[in-house]
């Protein structure tokens, strides 16, 4: 197996342990100062990914190929991401797969359209909105970084775009009243798509079930994940202390025709 | 937008709420005989997914199209399956996308390689592995079922062929004892790849902590999710009673070279 | 030390296993009918307790006195009791203790009250109030056995009554809509006092969070407890896949004085 | 009713919010000076309880009687504590109540038998072993501050004063090793009574598990307890993000009769 080796203009991740890791991208003469010492950055080009340098306080740092999970810990922020333990199970929940067709309504920084991208590329496509022009602009940054924006489309929110498009197999809601929403998306969705909305209070979660029926939603579900770590050690295996209490709470729903009888 | 109907030989999954489902291939003259009455599937051709008909008890059946979440949940079992809300944090914590080479040792019933191929498909590939003949005859069945199967190879378990495949970027190892299979699958991934270990008990989890460093992986992290499901309702919202403590315990960790340093 | 026998009229715990265990008064002659054989009750008179007898189907059957938390779980129900893991906590975080007095506005089936009251007891009290006469005398029934009767006085609820009582260390408000209680119960408790409300719902928690601090509480704390069993096996340790997903909402708040400054 | 005043000598809770407390003995003339401004300590003799004070900015301060929760969360740490929401599941799980008698052995800072003797007083006891005499000197204060050290007696680790007791209804077993004990534990035990051991780790757990039944424990349960606080807010009520993930496991045993036939 050939091997694959760091150029210059490379993205890097420059691994200490799952709390100190950096993500750089590779040019001569550039070192990064740390707390573990210096890491000379330009004399990793050429050097074989899975391979590692040490810091001159002599750390050990393995240089690593970054993944989407990566792009998106290490993506700038706007306002809260929406957080791998929640973005799989919509993938999951969903059935999200290689060619769907995603409209994101909150672009917010592009965490969530990063790996929604990831898994729809290249059949597939991500339409992405926000009101917020700031947001917007590090969300593109975001996307180029990941190399995701060939297959993210951003735009201003604006429900006549939103009206034009077609076919969407998934939807996602970001904002704080999803509710608002339902019917200027169901329209353009397929039947049997998905919608998900991120509502972080159980109030949001209690608007949107009085809503879902009656905007052409079935199949309504309502949870939150959770995610611990374990501390895995010979003889001495237990959970972390620490743990997120609460990200936010999912709302799933599946489109059906309208046309209702009463 | 052109909506899209039910044809003889569809797989449609009949919705009447998340406990009562079916997931019927559609042929002329069949019926379905429920406790809410009989469905008259052959009637359904020519109807747009998303509409609805009656059981003959007067009761509101929904047609929907499959998607993977439908497939895996309706899947034939052989073992304990992997869950949408482990699955889908695989892929999350991995980075998966479209185009990744997967190798799977241990198969089941195929359940998570279902879902592994609907987002690596149709620039990547799963790869898996098992040795009971019974359960890959069902695993072959399961993956017709959802169409997956151009994108799976189904292999009786030989490391000799394990160790002519290259360029892995996610392992999976659902077996009892996964730590004796990270020297065999060291050599075929690439750098910075991810092998992940499905492992039911703390102890399994442990003997793997002692394992990974050793074998040439790194960034080890060990969790365990939860889902709770939330009855929102208008003035009534609360978690449901029911919850399954526990699933499995997953094990994660990057592949670096080997060569090292004492 | 001097062992302890089983007399005629003494409750007792047939146990066979966490499942399966009876708590049976103890008359000559009686015999239990089980799936596990038959118990000869009055053939235990004369034995200690901690022994085993053997039912005709030889299956072991260990003889214990019944502690608080076996009356409480084997309390006959009107409604949804309150759980241990609740029920402790509340005594944990009010700082319930020896000659404590009690109010308790919801009776139901008096598990509650017989935890509290054997805690308080002899020195502290128990006044409880319902409204529903039916389940006032299940709640006799049930405190007469566990013999905490002499330290629970059991009331119809009346404000008026309500309103003599002074010097409440803890009120415990097990009712729908308990913020309407908190002006009824704040003037006869001692400052610092600590009230509790049970409230499956989060709307009534967030009624309640409205309500606290302008009628003279503060310190109020809103929380859910779980409590997952752990299968400890050698060598195969792991959490139990059962586990209850919810009970109730606990809120919990101290009284101050009312005369506030805007 | 008559109000309960603040006297020189008199422990009190200065209540700013549940973050900001401090449990200070008032002195004539004592000032406390905090982030809050200064607190007039001698100022508040003669002050009802329930009433509050300002600091020097103005902020408003609640004087509250200490409860023996905060005398729990304010005393003196030596090691980990043992926390509410496990000691009072200890309380609720063995029938803890008035008058039992416990053997605690790993006194640690006094927290758990602090809480125990506020339940079994005054007709109980708690005895209490360690081998650390710093840990025992700390203790020793602890207990006088909470008012609880009469009725718990502190003892140098001995074997042979332990098994001078008897009829003890509970023991708590908070050391690494918690199976080296029950064998000196099980003779002063009452039939039917509860041995309660704290296991940080899954390990410790199951050790225990192998030995319980051969050491005459029945009635085994292995649990982990979990408390999650809810932010109880008009319109956006939600958990709060931050959780304790672990504390301790428990493991709960009842003794019976040894003379066991195979």
Known sequence: MKCVSIEEGSLVLY???SDKKWMIRVEKEKKLHTHLGIIDVGATVGLEYGSHIY????KKIFLLPPNIYDYVMKSQRTTQIVYPKDYGYIAART?????????????????????????VMPGGHVHTFDVNEDFMSIARKNLEKSGMNDYVTQYK??????????????VII?????WNYLDIVHPVMKSGGSVVCICPTMNQLEMLSTHFFHCGFID??????????IEAREGKTRPSMRMIGHTTYLGFARKVLKKMES
Chains 1, 2, 3, 4 share one sequence.
Request: charged share 25%; proline share 3%.
């Open 157 to 170: 929110f604006d429900p006549e775009i939103i009206s034009k498009l077609h076919g969407i197999d998934l």
């Open 15 to 17: 691994f200490y342990n």
């Open 95 to 119: 059935g999200l797969k290689n060619g769907s067709l995603v409209l994101e309504i909150g672009t917010g920084s592009a965490a969530l359209s990063t790996f929604l991208a990831s898994i």
């Open 174 to 178: 970001d904002l704080g009243d999803p």
């Open 55 to 58: 810091t001159n306080k002599d």
């Open 220 to 229: 309504s579900e309502y949870v939150e994940t959770f995610i611990r770590k």
